[in-house]
């Protein structure tokens, strides 16, 4: 933990919260920061899920949404409907943008995914291209819970989800961008079977799994343990870390 001074004084951070067992819609938390109309970036947006969320909720809005793995951005090129996205390829480390361009900087769990030896440039690029008072929306999964298990089985996250956390920590030591609010919550997870899991989860291009027949089988089992007729459900704990661009 480590106490930094914002806006409302002293506060601690924390890479996770074992009372913060509030089950929430991500969208009820981002929906404080004023995104009618705003100019948004996107950091490794994936399948673009929370990209098209934002987009019809926010129509007025404007969305840059970057992705690394060329697979799924050529996917993300195929969606239609969505007028106010531009889907692009590129890092967190290096932003084809303007200084003082964005708004509203998003990552929903993607800060981990970024080479730790590159995690403090991507932090500074954030603060390079929000306008001054811009926000950055750091969502990340916290180490912990019944999905968390199943998943450290073929892809341990610890240590990368650590050195996010502590990217995050010096951003905000050095000044360069302010802790506005650190915020703890359970989201829900819910896959219809163990097909969809593979497909999403397993199989996903941005990271190459290869799991033995045997782990392969413990995975399996572990998933269906949760598994109801209507599928399964995890509550998977979270935590954002809300920053502000100083200079407004």
């Keep these: 933990m480590k106490r930094v001074m914002d806006g409302k004084g002293w506060q ?16 009820e938390i981002y929906a404080n920061l004023g995104l009618n109309g705003a100019r948004i970036l996107e950091l490794g947006c994936g399948a673009g899920e929370k990209t098209r969320a934002i987009a019809r909720d926010y129509p007025q809005a404007s969305i840059l949404a970057l992705e690394v793995d060329h697979i799924q951005h050529r996917k993300n090129l195929e969606l239609t409907g969505y007028p106010n996205i531009r889907f692009a390829v590129g890092g967190a480390e290096r932003i084809p943008a303007e ?26 690029e954030i603060k390079r291209v929000l306008v001054p008072g811009g926000v950055a929306y750091i969502s990340e999964p916290v180490f912990a819970g019944e999905y968390n ?16 956390f502590a990217a995050i920590e010096r951003v905000v030591a050095s000044g360069k961008l302010e802790l506005v609010e650190e915020i703890f919550f359970n989201a829900r997870l819910r896959f219809p ?4 899991f593979e497909d999403k989860v397993i199989g996903a291009t941005h990271t190459r799994h290869h799991l033995t ?13 949760h598994m109801r007729d209507s599928g399964a459900e995890f509550r998977t704990p979270m935590r954002v870390d809300i920053l502000r661009k100083p200079g407004a």
């Design 12 to 27: 601690t951070m924390q890479i996770s919260n074992s009372n913060a067992g509030a089950l929430r819609d991500e969208r």
């Design 99 to 124: 200084d003082d361009t964005f708004d509203v900087v998003f990552l929903f769990k993607s800060l981990h995914h970024v080479p730790r030896a590159l995690m403090d440039q991507a932090l500074d």
């Design 149 to 164: 298990e199943i998943l450290r089985l073929f892809h341990d996250e610890e240590a990368v989800r650590a050195a996010a």
């Design 193 to 196: 079977d163990f097909a969809a």
């Design 213 to 225: 027949p045997a782990v392969h089988a413990e995975v399996r089992s572990r998933f269906a343990m």
